[in-house]
Every structure is written in C-alpha cells, then in structure tokens.
T-cell receptor
Framework: DGGITQSPKYLFRKEGQNVTLSCEQN?????MYWYRQDPGQGLRLIYY???????QKGDIAEGYSVSREKKESFPLTVTSAQKNPTAFYLC?????????????FGPGTRLLVL | GQQVMQIPQYQHVQEGEDFTTYCNSS?????IQWYKQRPGGHPVFLIQ?????EVKKQKRLTFQFGEAKKNSSLHITATQTTDVGTYFC???????????FGEGTQLTVNP
C-alpha cells in the first residue's frame, strides 16, 4: 500500500530469458521481501532483506536472484533456471515497532512466460 | 520449520450470512496478523493480535487469538459483497523472526 511501487504491472518473457522486476519504496523501511503467488494459492517467500547489502533465501529461492544496494530498492531477477516462472510477484517492505511488524505490499507484477 | 495452516480454502456464502476462517500454527506465536487481498489486488494489513486470548473488533469483523497463542480466527458478521477477497493470516514465531503466511481463505459472497 502507498509508498511501494512495482514495475511493470505486466511482463512478458520468452523462455530462456532473464527478467528483472523492480521494487522501490519511499517509506524508509529497513526490511523488504519478495513473494510469489500462483492462482488460488498463498504467498511463498522467495528472498528477503533486513538491511542494505544483506539478504537471505526464502522458501523458494531457486531460479531467482536479488540485490539490495540501496535501502529503497530491492530488484528481483527471474533467471532462465526458474522452471515455471509464470506467476504474480509481490514485493513488500516492513518496519518494526516493538512487537509489531506490519508488511506493506506493492501492487505486484504479473509475469507471463511465452 | 514453522507452518501456518488456514481452513477452509474456499468459502461461498449468501450476502447476509456469517463467515469464519481459522488459522493454526505448528508452533507458539509471538503475534498473528491478518491481511485481506481483493481480487486482482495485493494484500492489505488488517490487524495484529499479540496477547493470549485477545479479541479485537473492526466493525463487522472480529479477530481472536487463542489462549495457547497457536491459533486464531476471523469472523465476519452479515457478509456484504465488499467482503469478497482472500483473507490471510500470518504468524511470527518469535518477535523479530520471519512472518509466515497461511494459504488464505478465498471468500465469495453471492448477492
């Protein structure tokens, strides 16, 4: 919600090509996340970063790569090694205040492999 | 690792009927959060529960956190067509750990 942008909204890719999805936030949040959502399914964590220049694999990191060179940016690259990349990709950022951490999601990018 | 399960996966109701979705964790949680995703949209934070046995209300929505802090529920009274969407719970095993999402309950409301 508000302050997180993802581009493009729709992305078409030919098999065998790498593609990079953009995620930018101006909320000054330390942590950022990438999720994958398949039709009728929940959210599966791909990668997350809790601080600049550091990131960790999530549950389904194979075939994906990320970087976190700036606090506001967390791009995701879908590589040709990802066997089934067609999905809805959601980026989120979060801030922690005491026991509360709320994740704010971007509008998402729908990736379609042709 | 931590698992968060939600039931039912799908629920179809007539407008005006009540709706409940249940969330169960394999481990004790420090807190649980609920999100709503409208069709074609992205998840939006609804609420967080922290205390054992906590109950919170938002208009027609009632959220509960179990005494053992391993389960939670979301109840909607007298559903409206604007309630359509997928409701996700998300739990944190310990404060500062990763948030784990349930698979969501997809609610459809027939007018």
């Amino acid at each position: 919600d508000g302050g997180i942008t993802q581009s493009p909204k729709y992305l078409f890719r030919k098999e065998g090509q790498n593609v990079t999805l953009s995620c930018e936030q101006n909320l000054n949040h330390d942590a950022m996340y990438w999720y994958r959502q398949d039709p009728g399914q929940g959210l599966r964590l791909i990668y997350y970063s809790q601080i600049v220049n550091d990131f960790q694999k999530g549950d389904i990191a194979e075939g994906y790569s990320v970087s976190r060179e700036k606090k506001e940016s967390f791009p995701l690259t879908v590589t040709s090694a990802q066997k089934n990349p067609t999905a809805f990709y959601l980026c989120a950022s979060s801030i922690r205040r005491g026991p509360q951490e709320t994740q704010y999601f971007g509008p998402g990018t729908r990736l379609l492999v042709l | 690792g931590q698992q968060v399960m939600q039931i039912p996966q799908y629920q179809h109701v007539q407008e005006g009927e009540d709706f409940t979705t249940y969330c169960n964790s394999s481990t004790t949680l420090s807190n649980i959060q609920w999100y709503k995703q409208r069709p074609g949209g992205h998840p939006v934070f609804l609420i967080q529960l922290v205390k054992s046995g906590e109950v919170k209300k938002q208009k027609r929505l009632t959220f509960q956190f179990g005494e053992a802090k391993k389960n939670s529920s979301l109840h909607i009274t007298a559903t409206q067509t604007t309630d359509v969407g997928t409701y996700f719970c998300a739990g944190e095993a310990t404060s500062g750990s990763r948030l784990t999402f349930g698979e969501g309950t997809q609610l459809t409301v027939n007018p």
